[in-house]
């Protein structure tokens, strides 16, 4: 079975292989879980000895007194192998949680706009849960389970090979029943799974947006959709749980039936004096004891079963591959200066024929190039490449002459500082939001980047001040107060390369005024690639590359382009550049 459609089977050797790290510790417990076998094993058969000494008149003070002792070490044993596998188990758990969520940042943007938000995070949460159950449930109770079957099967037959056939018989006929219902509810439960990840889905797209629903009055119709939408679920769940529901009853009617045939099968040996009253009593202790672990297993199967899709899941996820990630011997960039060089760069997004076409453009260090153009024209494509958030198809980027496809990514994004037009603030503290700048920034430095960027006195004036949480991307703010701690965290990190994507375009023009002449000395000695729809922001840039369908189509400053009476002249002339209100 391929990868993209995986097997239980498969599935959950790669579970267990999660449990990598730790495997020396599940050792120990398997074999404590072996011995808890055993003893469960030997309780039934020193009770049928008992129950003969007592029929005979023998003393039983000595198989009593071994009985005691064997259970005694058993609980304890017992005991050890539950806390042990919680602890092992949670562990493992929160380890494949970082790992998933390490994975899951690393994404493209792409994946999370294909996905949705809601689902990663129903994959990542619904998929460790899985893990957990299963990892727990191996280490208390399944391998102790299949090591009673085992152990089970010679010991019976050496008491009864005709009573041990009908315990047989009983294992075989839950074998055939989970085996058919597993078949019948396969394609369900993976229906079922998807229904579950468009409910996830459906809650974190309107959470997000949760003003547009409340200001456009959606409550009522948004509340409709998602009953439709959880009534969906329950209608492809409910055949799945029909058959899980008739299995239990199946499996239970076999159990009864067996339990009744082992003593009807001894009641008529013990007439005959072919087996004492002892091991009667040993077989339905042997009986019950395969019936629970018959049951323990059906439970497991059905618990892997249902969860199969969960994982299948869980692991796309971890085996998704970023779109961009560090060569073999990448290097850091090491110190900038801030010279940056496109060569030729071509780049098309997947199954289209947007993107950018044979860039050609150089910025020297302290130079301004301001990109611009109709929406759709590449300019932001242009600059995630700087950043390889993508790789181009062809050509080259170079900062300081080194091709930024042989560094670290790490390296390259610390020399790069980005204003996007939204801000893309955490809902924590507003101290912490300008650290993500730069981690260890003294307080004198964040009130520093914070006044560069007229945000300080704001700041000051919330309960808290830079203690302040903002609430998710920043709800508890403006919009010019977003975008203004957008600014001073660019300002902290004191990158020599900064990307201007419509920094100001959420300010007022006083506001505006302030922060443009912050820029400009921000800007002496790095190389700023500007994306702006206003012209003062542009008027005064060292070069203006006009872009029209992913192609640069004009280039030169301000007024040179005005004269040419081209694309931007146009754009000047329509308003597509306007003076700040």
Same mark, same amino acid.
């Given at each position: ?366 130079? !301004?190039? +301001? /990109?611009?153009?109709? %929406?759709? $024209?590449?300019?932001?494509? &242009? =600059?995630?490449? *700087?950043?390889?958030? #993508? ?112 920094? !100001?375009? +959420? /300010?007022?023009?006083? %506001?505006? $005024?302030?922060?443009?002449? &912050? =820029?400009?000395? *921000?800007?002496?000695? #790095? ?55």
């Amino acid at each position: 079975m391929s990868r993209s459609d995986p097997s239980a089977l498969w599935l959950y050797r790669r579970s267990l292989a999660l449990l990598g790290p730790d495997r020396g510790r599940a050792a120990l417990v398997a074999l404590a879980g072996v011995a808890v076998a055993m003893v469960q094993l030997a309780e039934p058969v020193l009770f049928g000895r008992v129950v003969d000494a007592l029929s005979e008149g023998r003393g039983a003070f000595g198989t009593i007194a071994l009985w005691a002792a064997l259970s005694l070490a058993g609980l304890a044993t017992g005991v050890a192998v539950a806390v042990s596998a919680d602890r092992l188990a949670h562990r493992r758990r929160l380890s494949a949680l970082a790992l998933a969520f390490e994975r899951a940042i690393t994404l493209p943007v792409g994946y999370h706009a294909e996905k949705g938000s809601g689902a990663v995070v129903r994959t990542i949460l619904a998929g460790t849960s899985a893990l957990f159950g299963q990892w727990l449930g191996v280490l208390r109770e399944q391998l102790t389970a299949l090591a009673g079957i085992v152990l089970l099967v010679p010991t019976a037959i050496a008491v009864d090979a005709r009573m041990a056939s009908v315990l047989a018989v009983l294992a075989l006929v839950y074998l055939v029943l989970n085996t058919l219902v597993i078949r019948r509810t396969r394609e369900g439960q993976r229906a079922v799974e998807r229904y579950h990840s468009g409910v996830f889905g459906r809650v974190g797209d309107v959470l997000g947006n949760v003003s547009v629903v409340q200001s456009f009055g959606r409550l009522a119709a948004e509340t409709a959709a998602m009953r439709d939408v959880m009534a969906d679920l329950l209608a492809a769940q409910y055949p799945v749980l029909t058959w899980w529901g008739l299995l239990t009853v199946l499996t239970r009617a076999a159990s009864t039936i067996a339990m009744v045939a082992v003593l009807a099968i001894g009641a008529l040996l013990a007439e005959r004096g072919e087996v004492t009253v002892g091991e009667i009593v040993s077989f339905v202790a042997f009986a019950n004891l395969l019936i629970a672990k018959l049951d323990q297993l059906s439970r497991f199967a059905a618990g892997l079963f249902r969860q199969a899709p969960v994982l299948a899941s869980f692991f796309e996820l971890l085996d998704a591959r970023p779109e961009v990630a560090d060569r073999p011997g990448a290097r850091p960039l090491g110190p900038v200066k801030g010279a940056v060089r496109y060569e030729g760069v071509s780049y098309r997004f997947p199954g289209t024929d947007q993107g950018i076409l044979d860039l050609d453009f150089a910025a020297e260090p302290g130079r !301004t190039v +301001a /990109l611009v153009g109709p %929406t759709g $024209a590449g300019k932001t494509t &242009a =600059l995630a490449l *700087l950043q390889r958030m #993508r790789d181009p198809d062809a050509g080259r980027i170079s900062i300081d002459g080194t091709d930024i496809a042989t560094v670290t990514l790490t390296s390259l994004r610390a020399a790069v500082a980005v204003v996007f037009q939204e801000a893309g603030l955490f809902n924590r503290s507003i101290a912490d939001n300008l650290r993500v700048g730069r981690p260890d920034a003294t307080d004198a430095e964040l009130e520093r980047a914070a006044r560069l960027a007229e945000a300080h006195d704001f700041v000051m004036a919330k309960p808290g001040g830079y203690a302040f949480v903002i609430g998710e991307r920043g709800a508890s703010l403006s919009g010019g107060e977003r975008q203004r701690l957008a600014i001073a965290r660019a300002i902290l990190k004191d990158a020599p390369v900064l990307i201007l994507d419509e920094a !100001t375009s +959420a /300010l007022d023009a006083e %506001t505006e $005024a302030r922060i443009k002449r &912050a =820029l400009d000395r *921000l800007r002496q000695g #790095r190389t700023t690639f500007i994306i702006a729809h206003r012209l003062s922001t542009v008027a005064d840039a060292d070069l203006i590359l006009v872009m029209d369908r992913g192609r640069i189509v004009e280039r030169g400053g301000f007024r040179e382009l005005v004269a040419q009476g081209g694309l931007f002249a146009r754009l000047v002339a329509e308003g597509g550049f306007t003076e700040p209100t």
